[in-house]
């Protein structure tokens, strides 16, 4: 009997026990899962929902990571974006801009010009037409006119002669406009989760390469290490977030772990993960692979969400050196590809001067996907606090503006995100994001650029483009017009178009530059007699077998397929005198077009004409 009544009052004290735990669950005092009881923040009622453990992971029969801890999370879904708010063409406030569109791929060039800074050389993939676009803002030619669709297109032609060589050349802009006023523009709820490298590489400073680290002493006194960076961006990334946003966290190095389930931000202890991520230590190799492949099995549970009501998104923050698991640009490819296929995107955010642009440019020029460099906390914060809206929120997708003409044809397209921007008279942008205007209404980045082949035996001026794209929604989209090129000398139709050509011209030259100094071959040499050349990809010039294997990942500064090397920075007498060329002309252009912040580029020719 005495037995029978300690067992009802065990039984009894367990079940309250139970009860109350389940009690403090639902008040959110505490989280239960499957490491265990874990509390939340008392004062909050919010949960602490960090799992990661860097002493235990677990691994699959290929070695890679299964994750640790619950991916239980919030598919509750988020706000919309409505598309009829946008179609408004009311001007009446003339204080309350419209957006325009930047395209996606390359958001900078500050690789390039951190690497310049360091006396590193740069190479070939730092240096982006789209990247350095958007380093500026541009008249789109739109002169504050709207329009009933989300995206159209204006046109701006330009006759310019080459500043090198003298000789005549025609161009036509495209200005990426819309009819999204900044007030009613508001992103959807965010679906996020964060990929963060946390390999060996990551522990080097940002500002040294890390395969030189065998001969250098990482001073960490004067230089923060690419992790610390990291961890300092990601957090004021988290500081974006609302609080119908989801947030999830995956750590990578030679294995994945499960740092945070995919969970609403308004559930969560938010400054207990920023402290949780400042204490992340890098070790390890770098497989980014399993971390990527981690990530996406956090939106599993998504999948039958209305795509209307939520943006699912990956930001991968890495130095972007795989050397575990699957390390070619193709194989990693084939992942962001087909997650943009799910509508999951993908954003990328290099951090340290030995960034691998290379294989970040490849696989992020994808639908909906755009890449970042990250050279300071601070930096970060102010591009995050100013766009991230934009960022994350892909509007305008498979661009395709089509053009016929009896007197030109496409020549070149620059500026846009596609790695295969032209096909014949066909230029291709894979995706378009909201982009910010100025009190003077012009976009930043908001051109692309094509250079036109005038044809023999021919007087014909006029010039029909058929733009075809299809809306957020999956809408499709078209719009017809035809301009008339004006026959004048040096002659611009404003100063977008203008600017544009400028910043083509100094990118061209640069890239054979680099070419021209890595390889020696004199057909990278641009002199008065040639002009500026069209920079052609490497692939054009080696043939990519055995033979020329070494060869070619010098020619991009590589020791093998991901990791890059530091070669001091050098310039030829050759290209110093076609520096000083280029510099004269970019001065004289900016007091034409009256836009003072392209003094970064004569910085740059000074530096390298000193050099």
């Known amino acids: 009997m005495k037995k029978s009544k300690i067992l009802i009052a065990i039984v009894v004290i367990i079940a309250v026990v139970i009860m109350l735990l389940l009690i403090l669950q639902k008040l959110d005092v505490i989280r239960i899962s499957e490491k265990g009881v874990k509390l939340g923040n008392t004062v909050t009622g919010k949960i602490d929902d960090w799992v990661y453990d860097p002493y235990e992971y677990s691994t699959d029969s290929n070695g890679w990571s299964l994750g640790i801890g619950s991916t239980s999370g919030n598919s509750s879904g988020g706000g919309s974006i409505n598309l009829d708010s946008f179609s408004s063409t009311d001007t009446s406030s003339a204080s309350d801009s419209y957006l325009g569109y930047s395209t996606g791929g390359a958001k900078d060039i500050s690789n390039f010009r951190e690497n310049i800074e360091n006396d590193y050389f740069p190479i070939m993939s730092d240096l982006t037409y789209e990247g350095i676009f958007y380093d500026y803002y541009f008249d789109t030619g739109n002169m504050g006119e709207a329009s009933d669709e989300m995206f159209y297109p204006s046109y701006s032609t330009a006759i310019s002669n080459d500043p090198i060589s003298g000789e005549e050349e025609y161009y036509l802009s495209v200005g990426l406009n819309s009819n999204i006023k900044e007030s009613d523009f508001q992103r959807k709820k965010l679906n996020l989760v964060i990929v963060l490298d946390i390999s060996g590489s990551m522990d080097s400073s940002f500002d040294s390469y890390y395969y030189d680290l065998d001969n250098e002493e990482n001073d960490e006194e004067n230089s923060k290490s690419k992790m610390r960076l990291a961890e300092e961006s990601l957090n004021i990334l988290i500081d974006q977030l609302n609080e119908d946003d989801s947030l999830g966290i995956v750590l990578f190095e030679s294995y994945s772990h499960l740092a945070k389930p995919l969970n609403l931000v308004g559930d969560v202890d938010m400054d207990a993960i920023k402290n949780h991520i400042l204490e992340i230590n890098a070790t390890g190799g770098t497989n980014f692979e399993s971390g990527y492949v981690d990530a996406t099995k956090l939106f599993e549970e998504y999948e039958l969400a209305n795509s209307d009501e939520y943006e699912n998104r990956i930001i991968v923050i890495t130095d972007a050196m795989p050397n575990y698991g699957t390390t070619s640009d193709e194989g ?45 906390a601070e930096q970060f914060k102010t591009r995050m606090g100013d766009e991230f809206e934009y960022m994350v929120t892909p509007l305008v997708f498979d661009l395709n503006l089509d053009l016929e003409s009896d007197g030109y044809e496409i020549a070149a397209v620059y500026g846009t995100d596609d790695v295969d921007a032209e096909e014949g008279n066909i230029m291709h942008v894979n995706t378009l994001f909201p982009s910010s205007s100025n009190s003077s209404e012009e976009v930043k980045g908001g051109l692309v650029l094509l250079k036109l082949r005038r044809l023999d035996n021919t007087e014909s001026q006029d010039i029909k483009l058929k733009v075809t794209y299809e809306d957020v929604s999956g809408e499709e989209h078209s719009n017809e017009q035809t301009v008339t090129l004006n026959s004048e000398e040096n002659y611009y139709d404003n100063t977008g178009i203008r600017k544009g050509i400028v910043l083509t011209r100094y990118v061209n030259v640069l890239k054979n530059w680099i070419a021209y100094e890595r390889v020696g071959e004199p057909e990278f ?85 000193d050099e």
Request: glycine letters at 6%; proline letters at 0%; aromatic letters at 14%.
């Open 332 to 376: 990693l490819l084939s992942y962001v590809e087909e997650n943009a296929d799910n509508g999951i995107y993908t954003t990328f955010i290099g951090v340290g001067v030995d960034f691998n642009t290379e294989l970040v440019k490849q696989i992020s020029s994808v639908r909906g996907g755009n890449y970042y460099s990250v050279s300071s």
């Open 525 to 609: 040499l641009i002199d008065t007699n040639t002009g500026i050349i069209e920079w052609d990809d490497v692939s054009t010039y080696y043939d990519l077998d055995d033979e020329y294997e070494d060869d070619y990942y010098y020619y991009y500064g590589y020791s093998n397929e991901n990791e890059r090397t530091s070669v001091d920075l050098s310039v030829s007498d050759e290209y110093k005198e076609t520096f000083r060329i280029l510099r004269e002309y970019t001065s004289s252009e900016i007091n034409e077009i009256g836009d003072d912040t392209l003094e970064q580029e004569i910085e740059i020719l000074d530096k390298l004409i």
